[in-house]
């Protein structure tokens, strides 16, 4: 595993590709890094923080532009999620009960690690995998889950 800082240096990043250093951009693009596979909602909240004033409509420009500059990955969920960890290839484990988002390495490690089964005259870039699954939480035998609706009642006291 490979050292990473908490947050990258987005305002180079940005310098790198000749785009504009805007404080929704610093923000939005740290907010991604600091929550992966975050929803639009989620990040803005997270975004808020650095830049109060910033709207979800410029969140969705944001992370929009930085996904076209490949500083951001889109997973099409629904909602769609966004990332930092781009260039990699990786996948996607979801739990369809508590929607848990695990990244796993891609087996065959080079994109695209898939070809579908006639080329369609389309050089392949990229193929998203997603698995889908029930996590080890979700599966664990009655998992002390305090429900207040469904305590016993006329519980005794002591
Ligand atoms: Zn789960
Ligand atoms: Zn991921
Ligand atoms: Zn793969």
């Given at each position: 595993?490979?050292?990473?800082?908490?947050?990258a240096?987005?305002?180079?990043?940005?310098?790198?590709?000749?785009?504009?250093?805007?404080?929704?951009?610093?923000?939005?693009?740290?907010?991604?890094?600091?929550?992966?596979?975050?929803?639009?909602?989620?990040i803005?909240?997270?975004?808020?923080?650095?830049?109060?004033d910033?709207?979800?409509?410029?969140?969705y420009?944001?992370?929009?532009?930085?996904?076209?500059?490949?500083?951001?990955?889109?997973?099409?969920?629904?909602?769609?999620?966004?990332e930092?960890?781009?260039?990699?290839?990786?996948?996607?484990?979801?739990?369809?009960?508590?929607?848990?988002?695990?990244?796993?390495?891609?087996?065959?490690?080079?994109p695209?690690?898939?070809?579908?089964?006639?080329?369609?005259?389309?050089?392949?870039?990229?193929?998203?995998i997603?698995?889908?699954?029930?996590?080890?939480?979700?599966?664990?035998?009655?998992?002390?889950?305090p429900?207040?609706?469904?305590?016993?009642?006329g519980?005794?006291?002591?």
């Amino acid at each position: 595993m490979t050292t990473t800082q908490p947050f990258a240096d987005w305002p180079s990043h940005l310098r790198a590709l000749g785009k504009r250093v805007t404080r929704q951009r610093v923000a939005v693009l740290q907010a991604v890094d600091a929550h992966p596979h975050a929803t639009a909602e989620r990040i803005h909240t997270a975004a808020r923080e650095l830049v109060p004033d910033i709207t979800l409509q410029s969140v969705y420009i944001v992370l929009a532009d930085a996904t076209a500059w490949g500083l951001v990955r889109k997973l099409d969920d629904v909602p769609a999620r966004y990332e930092t960890r781009v260039g990699d290839n990786h996948h996607h484990l979801i739990c369809v009960q508590c929607g848990v988002i695990l990244d796993v390495d891609c087996v065959v490690g080079t994109p695209p690690c898939l070809h579908p089964p006639t080329g369609h005259g389309m050089e392949i870039l990229s193929a998203d995998i997603t698995f889908r699954g029930v996590c080890a939480d979700c599966r664990a035998p009655e998992s002390p889950r305090p429900d207040p609706e469904s305590q016993p009642t006329g519980g005794t006291h002591g």
